[in-house]
């Protein structure tokens, strides 16, 4: 039974216009009350617990999730044993394998998964990423065939090949076998390869669609190694590269829990070993700051090795995690900070004029329930990021669409939770408006026309624009419990932080602060609201807003300045010359005097 009608704090309307709500039903605030008296937890940690749908039973295991009680057999996915068995023979005749993989940190991660396997045996392989502007994602024919002229007996693609029919037919014409190790939704039809490993086909009962690409391959070489020891094989400790794919499932945004969480938690672990040259060079050049966390891997390593698919070379980020050469992991480290220093300017540049273009779109009104904007100027690299910016924003499904002198368009998509945008995507390829498109529920690319951008922008209106619009009427801010500024202190972080790790499917615990001051507020950086905040007990706390300024967020911190206000956000540590404070990331604001 849901508590619907019960808000948070009373709020039933914030400053910026939202309703918050207790997350926790009245069942799970039950399980709640169970875990603080029978577990012994801490109040707010039973409660993060319970509202994740953790019972007294299943809290110890939930607190340390164990790949041994999580990993499913390899062979429960579709076409698994095949893909071992290929990629087996391709050991044991030691035959040169190409690895085709996406310019993003998933597919970085799977490709330099596969490498460093093949490597362990001695056997001959390459990567190859393809050029997001000029080549686009997935395999393409003039790629496979440059592939196919350079030996390769086998490719692997990784993060990509689900729906590549036509180039993909290229090798098996040529007589080169092709395993493809994706995550992303498919058609009906699948490509006529040797394997097709992707829990997200249609015929796959694996229960594993929450996996993200290096995830698959890394269930891949544990069935691969199972095979190789059965015939005699001692491979490498896989447990090793769990740093790779705790990176790809952060960065890839897929959910974390179950298997996923496992893989983070035990990655993150590994991370810290520091025993990947590119990681640990790529942590220095980011000046991360105390042993790796989530946010680090989704705000600083990702968006680094990003930015060589983004703006430059998209090798560079497989390159740096394949290498052991200490030297060479410092020269890419360095080039791909350049390269983000470059995208961030970019990047900043290109989101004011889609701001601008979706506040004209929106005008005074509700707007469309879609947003789609495009420019001639923009870079491809960067319209994925605008998307994902504008639809933080204007919390709604948006479109980023980048046009060459062809009028060809490059364009990302990211959405709202319930809106699948990836399923819209392939409709309107089926329709005709786009020339190709894919992705999954939060997120897609596209390739259009520029004729076809207005009846494309009418078409997706008119199939999402209602259930977007329904979507805004019921959001609402779910909180996980209140708490004073005196409490957040290191070691109460600690705790909350035995829940984790947090990201996507299993969001960083939300926190209300009632009744605080706001002692202080100002732009710093580039468009943050720094917030300084006095419990009314005398307690202080810093607090920021990201990206706020000149959003009604940043404008109402600023305007209730030395008022008492209701404050929401997400607990964060700040590790700054030796010191470690706690500080408030500011998700909303409400006065207490309206409530």
């Not at 749908?53 to 999580?70: F, H, I, N, Q």
Request: hydrophobic share 40%; charged share 25%; glycine share 10%.
């Amino acid at each position: 039974m849901t508590q619907p009608d019960r808000a948070f704090l009373n709020v039933t309307q914030s400053l910026t216009g939202r309703r918050w709500v207790d997350r926790l039903t009245m069942a799970q605030a039950g399980e709640a009350e169970r875990l603080k008296q029978e577990g012994r937890h801490a109040p707010l940690l039973a409660r993060i617990l319970a509202g994740r749908g953790v019972t007294v039973d299943g809290a110890e295991s939930y607190l340390a999730p164990t790949l041994r009680d999580l990993m499913p057999d390899p062979s429960t996915l579709t076409d698994m044993d095949k893909a071992v068995d290929r990629l087996a023979k391709a050991i044991r005749d030691h035959e040169r394998v190409a690895i085709f993989g996406d310019y993003d940190v998933d597919g970085a991660t799977s490709a330099a998964l596969m490498k460093l396997y093949l490597d362990a045996f001695g056997v001959e392989s390459e990567i190859y990423i393809p050029d997001r502007v000029f080549e686009g994602y997935g395999p393409n024919p003039a790629a496979i065939r440059e592939l196919v002229e350079r030996g390769a007996k086998l490719i692997v693609t990784v993060d990509c090949g689900s729906v590549s029919h036509e180039p993909l037919a290229v090798a098996k014409n040529a007589g080169v076998d092709v395993v493809v190790l994706d995550h992303h939704q498919t058609g009906e039809t699948l490509p006529q390869v040797d394997a097709l490993v992707n829990p997200n086909r249609e015929d796959d009962l694996s229960g594993q669609g929450h996996l993200c690409a290096a995830g698959v391959v890394f269930l891949t070489l544990v069935g691969l190694q199972r095979q190789m020891r059965a015939e005699g094989k001692s491979g490498p400790d896989l447990r090793h590269w769990l740093d790779l794919v705790a990176l790809g499932t952060v960065c890839d945004v897929v959910p974390l829990t179950g298997l996923n969480r496992a893989f983070v938690a035990r990655g993150l672990e590994v991370m810290r070993a520091q025993h990947n040259e590119g990681l640990a060079a790529l942590a220095r050049v980011a000046r991360q700051d105390g042993p790796p966390a989530p946010w680090h891997l989704g705000f600083l390593i990702g968006p680094r090795i990003n930015a060589g698919g983004r703006i430059g070379n998209a090798a560079l980020g497989a390159e740096l995690l394949t290498t052991s050469d200490p030297q060479k992991a410092a020269e890419i480290a360095e080039r791909l900070d350049m390269l983000n220093n470059e995208r961030k300017a970019m990047e900043t540049a290109m989101l004011n004029e889609a701001i601008a273009e979706a506040d004209a779109e929106i005008g005074s009104g509700p707007g469309p329930g879609v947003l789609v904007t495009a420019s001639e100027t923009w870079h491809a690299g960067v319209v994925g990021l605008l998307a994902s910016r504008l639809k933080d924003r204007f919390r709604r499904p948006a479109f980023a669409v980048a046009f060459d002198d062809r009028g060809i368009g490059s364009g990302s998509a990211r959405s709202v939770h319930g809106i699948d945008i990836g399923r819209t995507v392939r409709d309107a390829v089926e329709e005709g408006l786009l020339q190709k498109g894919g992705g999954h529920a939060m997120a897609a690319g596209i390739t259009i026309e520029k004729a076809k951008l207005g009846a494309f922008r009418g078409w997706i209106e008119e199939k999402l624009g209602d259930a977007v619009r329904q979507r805004q009427a019921t959001d609402a801010l779910k909180i996980d419990g209140a708490l004073s500024a005196r409490a957040m202190n290191p070691d109460f972080f600690d705790t909350l932080q035995s829940a984790g790790p947090f990201g996507a499917g299993n969001s960083n615990p939300v926190v209300a602060l009632p009744n605080h001051t706001l002692t202080s507020a100002g732009v710093v950086g580039q468009n943050h609201v720094r917030v300084s905040l006095r419990s009314p007990d005398g307690a202080t706390i810093a607090g920021i807003a990201f990206r706020a300024a000149e959003t009604p967020l940043g404008d109402m911190l600023i305007k209730n300045m030395r008022k008492r206000v209701h404050v929401v956000g997400t607990m964060n540590e700040n590790l700054y010359r030796g010191s470690r404070k706690i500080e408030l990331r500011i998700i909303d604001i409400a006065d207490p005097e309206t409530v």
